[in-house]
C-alpha cells in the first residue's frame, strides 16, 4: 500500500505539477527571468563589464517593465469603468446536459498583446472552470455564451466574476472581481416511468370503499338484459340453457386509499434515484394516494406531500446531504415519522419505503449504517421496504492489467475511467435484508 501511494503521490507531480504564485502583478515566469536578470547585473555586466550581458539585461529589464505598467494600468482602468453581469437561463435545466449562461458586457478594448480572462464564480465550485478569453474591442454592449454541465442537482449561486488581464508572454497579470447576486436551480432528470409496485405504509378507517355508483371493474357481474346494453354483453350460454337474456355488467370498483411514506437516502451524486423517486411519487399522486416524502439531510425541512414539493426538497436539501454523516440517518427517520404522527392523527405506520443507492451499499460502512436504520425501523414495529437503484458495472481488482499499472506512470489518466471494486458488499446487504425477510425491489 505504502509503494502504491508514493507511485500515486509521483504520478500526480508529473501529470498535474503545483501552481505557485508570483510577486503581486509578476508571474512566476517573470520572478525567475529577473533573478537571473540580476545575476548578469551583479556578475558578468559589474564585474567584467561584459557588452552582451549588458545590453541583454536592459533590454530585458526595459521589455519586462513596459509589460507590467500596460498590463497593470491597462487592469486599473478597465476595473473602474467595466461592469459585468451574469445572465441565467430562463429554461428549467437538468443536472448532466449542457446548460448556456449569459455574461453581459458593456464596450470594452483590450490593447493588443493582452487579453482578458472571465472566469464565474459559484458558491460551490464545479469540475471545471467556467472561463472566457476576450481579446480585440467591442465597439458596442455585446453577450458571451457559456456553457456549463452542472454535475448534480441544487441551488447554484454565483458569488462572482473574476476578471484577469494579461499578456501573451505570460509575464505580468492584473486580478480583480465583481460581486453578483444570482441562483441557478438545478434539477435531477425526468423519469417518467416506474416498475415499482403500489405499496401502502398504513391503512386508514374507510378504505377499500366500494363504489356503487361508479362502476369501473371487470365485467363478471350479471344483470337482466336491457337494449342499451349492446349484443356483445348477451350471455349466450345462460340464454341457451334457460331462454333467458342477461347480460354482464362491470363490478363495483374499489378505491384503496393509501398512506405511504417514503424516506429518500440521496446523496448530490445520486440524481438518478430521485428522478426514479418522483416518478414513484407521481404515479402515487394520479391514483389519489396520500404521500409524505422525507429525504437525507431534510430533518429540519417540512416533508412533502405533492411531486413538486418532493422535487423542490430534493433540491433544496442536496447541500445538507453532502455533509451529511452516516450516524445522521436515524435523526431523519425520526423526524419524518414524528411529522406523520402530528399530522395524520389515527393512523399506525406499518412500513416505510427506503429509497437507496445500489452503488451506496457497495461501502461496508454505508451498507451497514443503512441495516443498523433499518433495525432500528423493525424494533419500532415498523417494516422497512428497501427500493434499490442497480449499482453500476464493475471490475474485480484482480482484473487490472500490468501494462495498465505501468501506463500510469507516462499517460495523462482518463478521469472517466474509474475503477471500481465487485459488488461483493452490495450482495451482502441484500442477504441480510433475505434472511430478515425485508422486502427488497430494485
Not at 192 to 206: H, K, N, V, Y
Request: aromatic residues 6%; hydrophobic residues 40%; contains cysteine.
Amino acid at each position: 500500500m505504502g509503494f502504491r501511494r508514493i507511485a500515486g503521490s509521483i504520478s500526480g507531480l508529473i501529470h498535474r505539477p503545483p501552481r505557485f504564485q508570483g510577486l503581486g502583478p509578476l508571474n512566476l515566469r517573470c520572478v525567475l527571468i529577473l533573478c537571473c536578470l540580476l545575476y548578469l547585473l551583479v556578475g558578468p555586466v559589474n564585474t567584467s563589464s561584459d557588452i552582451v550581458s549588458a545590453g541583454l539585461t536592459y533590454g530585458s529589464l526595459t521589455l519586462i517593465t513596459t509589460i507590467v505598467l500596460l498590463v497593470v494600468t491597462q487592469g486599473a482602468i478597465l476595473a473602474r469603468r467595466v461592469s459585468l453581469e451574469v445572465l441565467p437561463p430562463q429554461d428549467n435545466i437538468v443536472s448532466g446536459t449542457p446548460t448556456r449562461i449569459v455574461l453581459r458586457l458593456p464596450a470594452l478594448r483590450v490593447l493588443p498583446l493582452t487579453h482578458l480572462d472571465l472566469s464565474v464564480e459559484f458558491d460551490h465550485p464545479l469540475p471545471t472552470p467556467l472561463v472566457v478569453r476576450l481579446v480585440g474591442a467591442s465597439p458596442s454592449d455585446r453577450r458571451v455564451h457559456i456553457d456549463v454541465v452542472f454535475p448534480h442537482r441544487g441551488t447554484w449561486s454565483v458569488q462572482a466574476i473574476r476578471c484577469q488581464l494579461g499578456d501573451i508572454a505570460g509575464m505580468a497579470q492584473y486580478s480583480w472581481r465583481y460581486n453578483q447576486e444570482c441562483s441557478i436551480i438545478v434539477a435531477p432528470p425526468v423519469a417518467t416511468e416506474t416498475d415499482l409496485p403500489i405499496l401502502s405504509s398504513a391503512q386508514r378507517p374507510g378504505d377499500l370503499v366500494i363504489d356503487t355508483l361508479n362502476r369501473q371493474g371487470d365485467p363478471f357481474d350479471i344483470k337482466a338484459y336491457h337494449p342499451s346494453d349492446g349484443v356483445k354483453r348477451i350471455v349466450w350460454k345462460a340464454f341457451a340453457k334457460r331462454g333467458e337474456l342477461l347480460s354482464r355488467h362491470p363490478e363495483a370498483s374499489m378505491t384503496p386509499e393509501g398512506y405511504v411514506v417514503i424516506l429518500v437516502l440521496a446523496r448530490p451524486s445520486d440524481d438518478d434515484l430521485c428522478s426514479r423517486t418522483l416518478a414513484y411519487v407521481r404515479s402515487l399522486d394520479e391514483l389519489k394516494l396520500d404521500v409524505v416524502v422525507g429525504c437525507q439531510g431534510g430533518r429540519d425541512a417540512t416533508p412533502a406531500r405533492t411531486p413538486d414539493a418532493s422535487r423542490s426538497l430534493l433540491i433544496e436539501t442536496v447541500w445538507e446531504s453532502a455533509h451529511h454523516a452516516p450516524e445522521q440517518l436515524h435523526a431523519d427517520a425520526v423526524a419524518l415519522l414524528d411529522h406523520c404522527r402530528k399530522t395524520a392523527q389515527g393512523i399506525t405506520i406499518g412500513k416505510l419505503l427506503i429509497f437507496c443507492s445500489g452503488d451506496r451499499l457497495n461501502d461496508d460502512v454505508e451498507a451497514q449504517k443503512i441495516s443498523n436504520l433499518a433495525a432500528w425501523l423493525a424494533s419500532q414495529g415498523i417494516t422497512p421496504v428497501f427500493c434499490l437503484t442497480p449499482p453500476s458495472i464493475s471490475r474485480a481488482p484482480h482484473a487490472r492489467s500490468k501494462q495498465t499499472f505501468l501506463k500510469q506512470w507516462f499517460t495523462i489518466p482518463d478521469p472517466t475511467s474509474t475503477f471500481s471494486h465487485s459488488n461483493e458488499a452490495y450482495h451482502r446487504f441484500l442477504s441480510g435484508c433475505l434472511s430478515k425477510q425485508w422486502e427488497v425491489f430494485v
